[in-house]
């Protein structure tokens, strides 16, 4: 890495420069004359709240978008907005690697680069699997990735796999680093210990001279990374730190343009711990909503786990530990092979089946890690998606009361801050922030007895996840118990009274208090120490 | 989809609301409601731009507006009407059922055969013509929902297998004694105009459009169309609710044979194919109006009348036999291509 005090950057440093760029989508302006300055041999992060323009501005350079004015500079070229596309962008050097690897997981890595680059053909024609793989071999060595090439992409872990379409896209770069390398949310899917490994990677690739523009937003993996900061809020670039040193606070206060520290924005926003209510879960607290004991089954091995009326408890671990597991156990989608999960507070009457319409019926709620493929529909209004845990209250025998579900679905858009066009805008138009927050609306208009959250702010941009802490918090205020699985530590700090830890399919350490601290909860989440319990279930499954 | 027509108009609610409080909740603009509104009316616009078309032109003014012709055209196309209903069932849940032309034929063939071959009764015959269908219908829900089967190739197959059941059971001749006079001549009567069977057609579509758009039921059919997953974790009995269109769909095939028979007085040993395509086309054209991008009731029988009048201005005008097929064909891949652009426009824009 340079010297981070070479203000400003000299006109030769510069490989990439975007200036006054505007795009319009019908009466949204989603980039108003925005600039972007990117110096070689650097990491710089775009960054800002979901509806900034920041993934307009990586699809303009992709070509995917064509922006209505600015210019775009590149290479010693230089284009007008209307000129630019995605042929100019990759003559110029820009290589995309988007949050969707574009990987075939089937197929071994050397065919993945294959399919992208071409296949070395032999004389007669036919694929030289020599050549390839000699190549891709060289490549996988460049970029430290320890797989042969006929491996297939499915069996690398997830962090390689980043790491195969990072070299995949810059297979044709020469040593003179030519290349500008624009990474769109590497890490958003990925936990913990695997973005950590994937960042360490692409920063050794800086500081052998590549030049990385990276979107992201997970604030703290940004600041561990990047030289640079451009930050957008509505379209505009309202920050450019060139080798400044800013701490998280500072790009917040810049995404939502509130200087200082603000409510509703600050550390809870960002994760930072804050305040947790502290009741200690005594034994003769509240009454005990979910009693989980013994529970086997999949990664799980005997895990036991109390949550009380009002109580939020937080459920960590590395991935494979079972947090994901555990909740859809108690949800009735996952059948333990051994083990109880009793609810206790349901509606008197109500169906205490262990199936997920018997658990949606005795007020269990659950809120998806995979918000686009298990919570959401696409497709379908958003009156639709907040409809679909309360249909059969607005049917009549002459059809639905259609009038009173709109207006329902109005007002729990306002009540929940949901930007969305209207009631009847389809729900991907919405942004990922406030998909979440239907999501969770559509649940809480229930009133749950128990909600169950996996990884409720992935993927969600810093306003909106101040919202949905605060959501929670006053979900819990009213009595509802709350069980969220998550593998960011300071969020679990931040919103939980107390958390566990599972590792091998166990509950290995319990946090509270002052105890609760993300620090902590890193160690005992990684510790590799064997977990003292009752002996694993006999017949239980890997 | 729950709305019809004039409903869809009106998304904001006007009182109720508070006024001063900033709502995040914009109201659609004019411009596009219009739009909206020309997208779901396109089709019936269509529709009504072609009967004024061959109701002026020369060569078919004559014969195309006159009541004899609409009495005949909605005759004849009542069949593939009810068996286009059918086909939207499953597709809306996002299942192919390739079969319902083939059991449309086999419950055509079955009915007339066992008043002929077995001297069953009319009632009894057309019982277990419709309940066959409704029983084909589950194993296919079955094959498709329990063991997972690809519904294209599991509902071909059957299509297949029951085109040669067809042929085996009568012998490749067509069934035209022994069936009881009192259903062509149900087929043949008149109501107030109109063919009867347009009738049974008028209150399928009511009641399709009921359950699709007016019931939980209907509504959790579209949340599986959409997403699966999460409809199975929204509490929807995923499987349970595939399996019924499967079987709804079956045994409204069944009617469709035995009004198929009522209609041609005999049975042919055919396999359905030829009903089976202006049905699908039919449906997707459907997809494209009343609520855009989605298969509904409405819109499908705006659809069926679509192609149906087309196709007979054309033949009334004198073009030759293969007009038909031809914008039959040509109608389907408009739609397709144009719920496909429907489905698009709707999609995903994030900041």
Known sequence: MTSTESLPASATDVVLRIAGMTKRFGATLALDAADLTLRQGTVHALVGGNGCGKSTTIKVLAGVHRADAGRIEMAGSSWSAAEYDARAGRAAGLRFVHQDLGLFPELSIAENVALDAGYPRGATGRVSWTALHRRVAGLLADYEIDASPATPVAALRPAQRTLVAIARALQDQEDDRHLVLVLDEPTATLPQHESQLLLDAVRRRADHGQTVLMVSHRMPEVLSVSDDFTVFRDGRSVASLVGARPTERDLVAHMTGIAGNPPGTGPAATGDASAASGTPAGTDGPEVVLDVSGVSGGPLRGVDLQVRRGEIVGVTGLVGSGRTSLLKTVFGEHTPIAGSVRIAAGPPGASTAATVAGRIAGGVAYVPEDRGGEAAFADLTVRDNLSATVVRRYWRPWGMAARRERVDAAALLRSHTIKAPSTEAPFAALSGGNQQKAILARWLRREPALLLLDEPTQGVDVMSRADIYRIVRETAGRGCAVLVASSDQLELCGLCDRVLVLRDGRVAAELSGPELTADRLTALTQSTEPVAGPAPAPGERR | ?351
Do not use: C
Not at chain 2, 224 to 251: K, M, Y
């Open chain 2, 1 to 351: 989809m729950t709305l019809t027509n004039t409903e869809h108009l009106d998304t904001s609610d006007g009182n109720g609301s508070d006024a001063s409080a900033p709502s995040p909740v914009a109201a659609p603009t004019p411009s596009s409601r219009l739009k909206g509104f020309a997208e779901r009316n396109a089709l019936l616009a269509l529709l009504l731009a072609v009967i004024t078309f061959f109701a002026v032109y020369p060569e078919s003014s004559a014969t195309f507006f006159t009541s004899q012709n609409a009495s005949v055209l909605l005759g004849n196309q009542s069949v593939v009407a009810l068996l286009a209903l059918a086909v939207i069932l499953p597709l809306v849940t996002g299942y192919f059922d390739f079969s319902l032309g083939a059991i449309a034929a086999t419950s055509s063939v079955l009915t007339a055969g066992l008043m002929s071959f077995h001297d069953l009764p009319l009632g009894l015959a057309v019982a277990v013509g419709v309940g066959v269908g409704a029983v084909i219908g589950g194993i296919n829900g079955l094959l498709v929902t329990r063991f997972g089967l690809n519904s294209f190739v599991t509902t071909l197959g059957m299509a297949t297998l029951l085109g040669g059941l067809i042929q085996w059971y009568t012998g490749g001749q067509t069934i035209l004694a022994g069936i009881d006079p009192a259903l062509p001549r149900f087929g043949g009567s008149t109501w107030l105009g109109l063919p009867r069977v347009v009738f049974v057609v008028l209150i399928t579509t009511v009641a399709l459009w009921y359950l699709l758009a007016q019931t939980p039921f209907g509504r959790s059919l579209y949340a599986i169309g959409s997403n699966p997953r999460s409809a199975r974790l929204v509490g929807i009995r995923v499987e349970r609710s595939v399996w019924t269109t499967f079987v709804l769909a079956g045994a409204l095939a069944g009617v469709t044979g035995v009004l198929q028979l009522a209609r041609a007085g005999s049975a042919t040993a055919d396999n359905g194919t030829s009903l089976l395509f202006p049905a699908l086309a039919a449906a997707f054209l459907g997809a494209t109006a009343v609520v855009p991008g989605f298969f509904n009731a409405v819109g499908t029988i705006i659809g069926v009348l679509f192609v149906s009048v087309a196709v007979s201005g054309l033949t009334l005008s004198g073009a030759s036999a293969w007009a038909s097929p031809v914008f039959n064909g040509a109608a389907l891949l408009v739609a397709v291509g144009l719920s496909h652009y429907l489905g698009r426009h709707r999609g995903v824009r994030t900041g």
